[in-house]
């Protein structure tokens, strides 16, 4: 008897779904996509309703001829590839390339892999859905004609190969140099803070603080903060408060209720995972995919711990919830468990509420439990997934608040104060006694407890200071805000934000620095010119609107042709205009020319990247381009920059490798990417050995990277 075939993405989801399907079935990996656009034409037909003209990649030939003598054997054909857009054009694909639209074909879907929910997928096959294919075609297009209209473009303005530009590319390195032109804009300005210790006059309860800790506020009639701009202000103040009478004005008791945070979506996740674990965005999809798609649990077997991971929606599914209630009851008590379970509405816009949140496929399944056989970074996301998860269906954490408002009275100057203290004690933990947020910039913890003070009561000012300050300008992206900017202005989806991150940054357009985005000279010059002249590519607001066109037609609301017709229409105008402007634009560096004083410009020749003199060819100084990876010397201790040989070539351009700063005085090179993390044998210097190892150049230790945290480099 014929078995059917089920085709998946990754060999490693073909494993997994195997043993649950059982010898009835025989399962295909087609490694991703098996057909695409061709790699040196723009492979759209302008004049044909923007028609693309698909190809079979030469690597992936063989996979297709396997797919399609499989199918031929087969009774029925499964395509079980992944629950989103780009799945569903995969398996698109599939049909197309391999010549199955005369198989007996059938589309399944799950949002995640474990028996229970393969079974119901097998027993609801539909057809492909056509309007997600059509909504991953119009992106796959309207990427590819920014892309192919514009980097050609880019470098020849710029004198400057390999460009490019991109469609949500380039609105990401928008908001990037942005944020820095207001960095770079900010003008801070002083102000002063001044804190009364205080006491009570009366001795203090058993467990009471002996004082606390107040701040100047403003002048007790007015009700608008006090303005401090200056150390003079400040000591006349502080003057005045020095032998000044205190006493409590009023007192202000409520209880404070902390609901605890949804449960993760892409965004969220990668949010989360950099800000307590230092995980890039890219490391958390790759660590994810991989609980996912299933992670071998001894005589378990092969099982998917969260699901599907390329996710807008907060939704979760009724008997997920149950099983985590149910968790909640038993390991913590029924006062941890609210009486309804919570739902959380997802504020993302486009969002498809059809799927699921990323959760662990079993409440019951702890980190503990399956600490064993996963990696020490698998363990850490798992981890992170499943207490997101549970915490999200505790109780709320309870606080009880105390504002206190103190009158002072000045005996210089007969001036009154009002001066204010606030604290706070965790009265019930809920969901904190699991799980907390983190958030992206420092915030003030609870404040310490206060003690018991009635109204009227007298006070003793044990010590006045005045503290100087000043205020701070916006902070630069870290990868957590980057993807939280992305997702609130609508840019992108939940399978874009790693590839966008990862663009920019191996073009050379920003580089991280303390672990925040900074654009370099590159990225702020394109940026400029793609800014003046072609405004709709980095306008976000126009960016989030085609997103949503997009959605649209996911949603069959609007056919695909005539989106990109709207969208190409004024690009090829703004191309038009920018081709009669012919004036060459260099790229800054910052630096100048030591003989001349001119600025040193970047320009790229047949031996790679340098700086030249901007008075060429008066002035013919040049010096060397090197891009610094975050890494010491072990030899001297000055930096490892990036070098390109003279001689022998690699895949896409000059054989790199990496040297001292401190040539030729120091001729240390390494043929590998330094690691910024030492040996964890003989803290040696670690190379990158490829697929997330390391080698040590000194013990010859080899292993798994254990960090992801990533170097600066300039």
Known sequence: MAKDLVIVESPAKGRTIGLYLGDRYVVKASQGHVRDL??????????????????????????????????????????????????????????????????????VVFHEITAEAIRDAFKKPRQIDMNLVNAQQARRVLDRLVGYSLSPLLSRKLRWPGLSAGRVQSAALHLIVEREKQVQAFVPKEYWTIEAQ??????????????FKALLH?????????????????????????????????????QVRQRPAAPFTTATLQQEAWRKLRFTAKRTMVLAQQLYEGVPLGKEGPVGLITYMRTDSTHVAPEAVKEARDYIASAFGPQYLPKERRTYVTRSKGA??????????????????????????????YDLVWKRMVACQMADALLDSTTVEIQSYATHSSAEYRLRATGSVLAFPGFRALYREDRDEPEDEESLPLPNLSEGEALDCLDLSADQ????????????????????????????????????????????????????????????????????VTDLDFTARMEEELDDIARGKRPWQPVVKSFYGPLEADLEKAKKDTTPIYVPTGETCELCSKPMILKSGRFGKFLSCSGYPDCRHSLPFRVR????????????????????????????????????????????????????????????????????????????????????SA
Request: glycine share 6%; aromatic share 6%.
């Open 38 to 107: 061709p790699e040196k034409e723009m492979g759209v037909d302008l004049t044909d309703g923007f028609s693309p003209k698909y190809v079979v990649p030469k690597e992936k030939r063989p996979i297709v001829q396997e797919i399609k003598k499989a199918a031929l054997e087969a009774s029925a054909v499964y395509l079980a590839t992944d629950p989103d857009r780009e799945g569903e054009a995969i398996s698109w694909h599939l049909v197309q390339a391999a010549g199955l639209q005369k198989k007996d074909v059938h589309r």
């Open 198 to 211: 205080l006491a009570p006059q009366r001795p203090v309860g058993k467990g009471e603080p002996q004082s």
């Open 218 to 254: 403003s002048l007790w009639e007015r009700k608008e903060k006090l303005s401090v701009p200056s150390q003079a202000e400040a000591l006349r103040l502080k003057t005045d408060l020095q032998g000044a009478r205190y006493r409590v004005a009023q007192v202000q008791k409520r």
């Open 352 to 381: 498809q509420e059809a799927h699921e949140a990323i959760r662990p496929t079993s409440a019951r399944r702890t980190p503990d439990s399956v600490k064993s056989h996963l990696t020490p970074e698998q363990l850490n996301l």
């Open 469 to 536: 300050h000043f205020t701070q300008p916006p902070p630069r992206y870290t990868e957590a805000t980057l993807v939280k900017a992305l997702e609130q202005k609508g840019i992108g989806r939940p399978s874009t934000y790693v590839p966008i991150i990862s663009t920019i940054q191996e073009r050379g357009y920003v580089h991280k620095k303390e672990s925040r985005f900074e654009p370099l000279p590159l990225g702020t010059v394109v940026d400029d010119l793609l800014t003046r002249q072609f405004p709709m």
């Open 629 to 712: 990876v975050g890494v010491p010397c072990p030899e001297c201790k000055g930096d490892l920059v990036q070098r390109q040989a003279r001689k022998g070539r690699a895949k896409g351009g000059r054989r790199v490798f990496y040297g001292c700063a401190n040539y030729p005085q120091c001729t240390f090179t390494v043929g590998s990417k330094p690691l910024p993390q030492p040996c964890p044998q003989c803290s040696g210097l670690l190379v990158d050995a490829r697929r997330n190892h390391a080698r040590c150049i000194a013990c010859k230790y080899y292993g798994p990277v254990t960090s992801e945290k990533e170097p600066a």
